[in-house]
């Protein structure tokens, strides 16, 4: 079967009835996990951002708190999958300051955890990437909103 480009969907979407297009919508739900987050974000969350990413930093929190250091390597694969669930968020509000924000978030947990980051080039690493990907978002902003959080990713710099 061949998939159909978005404009394609967009196209035949124009021309489903309301009631035919609320079905489809609750079928597409029902197959994946991320559908259905990705719903409920449109439909609950996404007038209220500054709550969302709020919510999205306590669970980042919670992650954190929860990371094994007795060993580099359990740490690292903890610090990858709470980044999975960050990037996930990320992708669902599809803003710019959203996703600078809940990275700085991140990167600034990862400071304050307690790991250290300099003995295992693997969590330097993704430290790095993610300054990286911040640096190159912030490009993307308004000046002002620029300025601000280039403070902020300063201070992560001057610390790594």
Not at 7 to 20: F, G, N
Request: net charge positive.
């Amino acid at each position: 079967m061949r998939t159909a480009t978005v404009h394609e969907l967009k196209e035949e979407l124009k021309q489903v009835p309301a009631s035919e297009l609320l079905e489809l919508c609750l079928r597409l739900a029902k197959f994946k996990k991320e559908n259905k987050e990705l719903l409920t974000f449109l439909l609950f969350e996404a007038n209220d951002l500054p709550a969302y990413i709020e919510w999205v930093k306590s669970e980042t929190a919670a992650g954190f708190a929860a990371i094994n250091q007795s060993q580099l390597y359990f740490a690292k694969k903890s610090l990858r999958k709470i980044l999975r669930g960050v990037n996930k968020y990320i992708r669902y509000t599809g803003s710019k300051q959203a996703e600078i924000e809940l990275l700085l978030d991140y990167c600034h947990q990862l400071k304050n955890s307690g790991i250290p980051i300099q003995k295992s080039q693997a969590i330097k690493n993704i430290m790095e990437q993610q300054l990286k990907k911040i640096q190159n978002t912030l490009s993307t902003l308004h000046e002002d909103l620029q300025y601000d959080y280039l403070k902020e990713l300063k201070e992560l710099e001057l610390e790594a």
